[in-house]
């Protein structure tokens, strides 16, 4: 039994089934893809999974116990972190700012003691600080806590999301598309950055990814979708050498000159 | 199930329920005792019920507005309401020269006509300058933006006309042949109301075959579908959105002159109520959505003339017709809680 | 640009611009409401300035436009600029005078005075040219202080500003000055020309002066100050503390009357500053917790109704608590809401409040149309609080209190978690930030204060009536936290000053105050959205595009491959 697992998921809208009888077992501590063209149903089981939208059907298991019918924030205190697409940083607020939103929930202090600066606030806010100076080093934006989030260049800001998503603390992480709009260098970098997030902070990751570079080298297990299902599932090896997958791809056509 | 359904309902939802609950409760309780006490005869819920349609009408034309301009720009034109008030202060100008010069009498559905016409293309032409002023440049900023600057432009409006044209109230003339009443089924009925009622019903027929039919219709709605889709279509995006906010400031003219013939009077915030109110109507009807503007702006109107008289009344409240702007802001708080989407609307899925 | 006639160029549409402004100006009244008070006695009322400070206006952003064009050409534009202005103003004049055309039965204010004031009193055709020439002069002004580089054309322009800023408050330099210094530059309403004269060169000279020494001062006081920080710091503080606590002494009974408003307007300004600048929560209801702080404190002090007998001190918890109360339960339904239909609701639920208390259903417990009279007055020890300079101090403790309440939680998780909420409600709580409470701690935090500052209002008028809270409230505070700066403290009290304080001291801006507010908020949103005193880590907030991050995407690459 893995670290998270979904158990007939689906999700409806109208008459659109967006994701459809899915089920996926993600092993702890492995980095898990999910790989399928445009609208295959991956970011709505992102969005499934960490509850901003309630799963029609089916079963979103962490660790063994229900998640589904929570709302989006108890997901995130269960250890769901996750990044988006198109990021989605708090532009108008600093990188550490940024960063210290995202441990909201360890920092340990009421509405009182906001209030009335009491030394538990002081000592909590502190150790914020001091942690997201670390996680400033992790993702090499030493000394620049102090800029607006919206004035870092591309990558810096993926990079940043995904800081503010370790915040959390997280035991599994959702990365959405992490080397979106990189070029071949970047992308490289990304990739042994997504390797060390399982390898150092021991963190289960699981992603949608369209790079097949990317995909295939550093995914353990992948789950191909199209049109909301699970069409294939296996090693990036027999992910390669599956037909239907070729054909989902590339059309009929390819898949009968591959075979 | 029992998890699922235990896992929607949580402290806010009970609350919320309990209000809803409570409210249909007196609702149900003051109209018992009300029509139990036999306080009024049906000849009064009859006027009552005519007087909430015509009433329902305005508020449906005025709604158009709000809906329309919804539609195109997801955003709420704070300033729809002295939209409305712009037509009919400067169509009461126009009212009085051709009351001085006898040409109501002797002219009075020509010159009904001059007044109406007048006054859609002022409301027209205030709602396209504030389009192109004050909402156009702000397109891409952050949503409070555009909304901060609606207020603005709404109270400028207001006392910009205050300023130009006085704070006192005018009094429209009379227009002879509106006034008195009509038998219908042995009935008398106010004429102006039934008029009011069938010309609103009939401007939004019209406005509706014109979003169907022509292809500047058909505009407005792609570009409510989707801005960018439409301009790849060779849609003009900029001049498809004046272009509603034009239909809306006419339709809201209309309105306007039909409210000034039904109290006969004007002035600088007359906007105020009757907006919130035809706001009120297009989120109840499913905001973006013209049918439901049309329905809501009616149902509200209804709601409102019989309300304070049906229930209020019941529970023993005095003067219950002092409150009937606060049934229709309550009316508005509960759509908004328990079916944000409106009547007939699926527009907003995750916006309310 | 060749092809076009004259009429359709650029300049034109500038000159048509001002002269439509002007126009409109006159028509709504503003020139003959303000031409009741000299600018520079005898020779220029406050209503003329107007005018041509509006057609400088117009020059200027001309001028603005056409920068690198030769000063000359620039002149001639402005003059332009400022004839078609002129001329449209002789227009409204003739028009005014053709008396079949009763311009007067639509435009109320197409009256004689108007002529008179447009006219210089002059008769047509003296005024006329009197006019033409102003405003050409004005027009020519305005665009060569555009346009003159350096310190002379920025200067021009900023001592004119100053000089009429100065001219405008003359009512509050006379209660500071000696009689004699007094008298020497100001007549009774406004400047006289010699003071106007060495005023305006005063100014210029010194805006001269420190722009040859101003840095060379800075950079001292900068070392002074980088050398013993914390002595600086305390010798500010001082400075303001002491200058705040004798400024009632200082200005006098009619001043802290104005003082004690605008102070009251900055408690709810924090307040809602909390709701809006912090959680992006737009609540145009702000008046009824406003309203209930007030009426609370009303109804169980006020011996009229002689429900309660309660003292201020013993009800002024109570009036924050009903205050929080409603925040709560405002808060409860409208979670769910964003934008633009929270702050429909929001004022819906104001006028829901305001009527209820107008309605004769609850006339025995709330007063009814005709209000309460005899609400206490707060004691301080064996001192009866009651005159606006003794109020003021109470009212300068609640703006204590509301500036630590919301510096405090500012800069705590709760105020990185409201900024969240305002940023993106919805990465907000995927980062575990449970929603409804902090919703909820905004709405009531904001009543809080809201409450605190009703209840004040309540003692210091010590009787009130519904008509107090209306709408316009809400949307005077709102407008105050836009003009100062959304989510800055400061910004807060420099809106209040700006525009709780001009319309008091200026009794004529008062009846346009709407008018100019209105205006103000769009154009603050169009042309400089972060306000007048943007806390300085967020400057550039609003200028942000919201499909910011989709932008970014798209020309991402482009910078990629730059870099490589």
Sequence with gaps: MGILETHDATKRFGGLVAVDKVNIDIAERSIYSIIGPNGAGKTTLFNCITCFYTADEGEILLDGHPIQYLSPDRVAHKGIARTYQNIRLFSNMTVIENIMVGMHIHTHYGYLDALLRSPRKKKEDAKSVAEAQRLLNFIDLTGKGDLFAKNLPYGEQRRLEIARALALRPKVLLLDEPTAGMNPIETENTMHFIRRLRDELGITILLIEHDMKVVMGISEMITVMDFGKVIAKGTPDEIKANPRVIEAYLGHGAAEAAA | MWQKLKSKITGMTIVMWTIGIVTLALVVYGSAVTLISGKYTLKQWIDFLIFGLAQGGIYALIALGYTQVYGVLKMINFAHSEVFMSGPMIGYFVATDLYHFNYIDTHPYLSILIVLIVAMFVSMSVAVILERIAYRPLRNAPRLVPLITAIGASFFLQYFFKGLFGSNIKVYPDWKVFLGKWVVFGQPILKIQIIVFFAAVLLMAGLFSFMQRTKTGKAIRAVSEDKDAAALMGIDVDSTISFSFALGGMMAGAGGVFYALMYKQVFFLMGFVPGIKAFTAAVLGGIGNVPGAMLGGLFLGLFEAIGPNLFLDGLGIPSPYQLKDVIAFSVLVLVLIFRPTGILGERLAKRA | ?564
Excluded: C
């Excluded at chain 3, 500053?273 to 009426?295: E, H, K, Q, T």
């Design chain 3, 1 to 564: 640009m060749e092809n076009r006639h004259f009429w359709q160029s650029e300049v034109m549409n500038f000159g048509w611009l001002a002269g439509i402004l002007v126009v409109l100006l006159a028509l709504v009244g503003m020139v003959v409401s303000f031409s009741q008070r000299g600018f520079i006695s005898g020779v220029m009322s406050e209503g003329q300035l107007l005018i041509f400070l509006t057609v400088a206006l117009i020059g200027f952003v001309a001028g603005k436009k056409m920068e690198r064009q030769s000063v000359l050409k620039v002149a001639l534009w402005g003059g332009i600029i400022g004839f078609v202005a002129g001329l449209s103003l002789i227009v409204l004049v003739l028009l005014t005078g053709i008396k079949p055309l009763n311009l007067r039965s639509m435009f109320l204010n197409a009256s004689p005075q108007l002529v008179k004031v447009l006219t210089f009193g002059k008769g047509q055709g003296a005024g006329f040219l009197y006019l033409l020439l102003l405003n050409i002069l004005s027009g020519i002004f305005g665009g060569l202080a555009a346009v003159i580089p350096g310190i002379w054309g920025s200067g021009l322009a900023n001592s004119a500003l100053i000089t009429i800023l100065i001219g405008l408050l003359t009512d509050i330099w006379k209660t500071f000055l000696p009689r004699g210094v007094a008298k020497f530059f100001f007549a009774n309403k406004g400047f006289n020309v010699t003071g106007f004269l060495i005023t305006f060169f005063f100014i210029l000279a010194f805006l001269l002066f420190w722009s040859l020494y101003g840095a060379r001062i800075k950079v001292s006081y900068g070392n002074v100050a980088s050398r013993q920080p914390k002595k600086v710091k305390i010798t500010w503080w001082v400075i303001s503390l002491v200058v705040l606590l004798l400024l009632p002494r200082l200005v006098g009974s009619y001043l802290s009357e104005v003082l004690d408003l605008v102070g009251i307007y900055i408690i709810m300004g924090l307040g809602l500053n909390i709701v809006v600048g912090f959680a992006g929560l737009l609540d145009l209801g702000y008046v009824a917790f406003f309203a209930i702080g007030a009426y609370t404190m009303g109804v169980f002090t006020s011996p009229e109704l002689g429900l309660f007998h309660l003292t201020f001190w013993e009800t002024l918890p109570l009036s924050i608590l009903f205050a929080v109360l409603a925040g709560v339960l405002l808060g409860i339904p409208v979670l769910g809401m964003r934008g633009d239909y929270l702050a429909i609701v929001t004022m819906g639920f104001g006028e829901i409040i305001r009527l209820l208390v107008l309605s004769d259903a609850l006339k025995p417990i709330l007063g009814g149309a005709q209000g309460l009279v005899g609400i206490a007055r707060p004691t301080v020890g064996h001192i009866v609080v009651k005159n606006p300079p003794q109020f003021y101090y109470l009212i300068l403790a609640g703006i204590f209190i509301a500036w630590y309440v919301a510096s405090a939680l500012k800069d705590s998780k709760l105020g990185r978690a409201w900024m969240a909420l305002r940023e993106d409600e919805d990465v907000a709580q995927a980062m575990g930030i449970n929603l409804v409470s902090i919703k909820l701690l905004a709405f009531a935090t904001g009543a809080a204060l809201s409450g605190l500052s009703g209840a004040i209002f309540a003692a210091k008028l010590n009787s009130m009536v519904p008509h107090s809270f209306t709408i316009l409230i809400s949307i005077y505070v709102l407008s105050l936290i836009i003009v100062g700066g959304v989510g800055s403290l400061p910004g807060v009290v420099v809106g209040a000053l700006a525009l709780i304080g001009t319309p008091e001291l200026l009794r004529e801006f008062a009846e346009y105050r709407m008018m100019i507010y209105g205006a103000v908020l769009v154009g603050m949103m169009l042309y400089k959205p972060e306000g007048l005193w943007p806390e300085p880590a967020r400057r550039r907030e609003l200028h942000g595009e919201e499909g910011k991050s989709a932008v970014t995407a798209s020309t991402a690459p482009v910078q990629m491959s730059e870099e490589a």
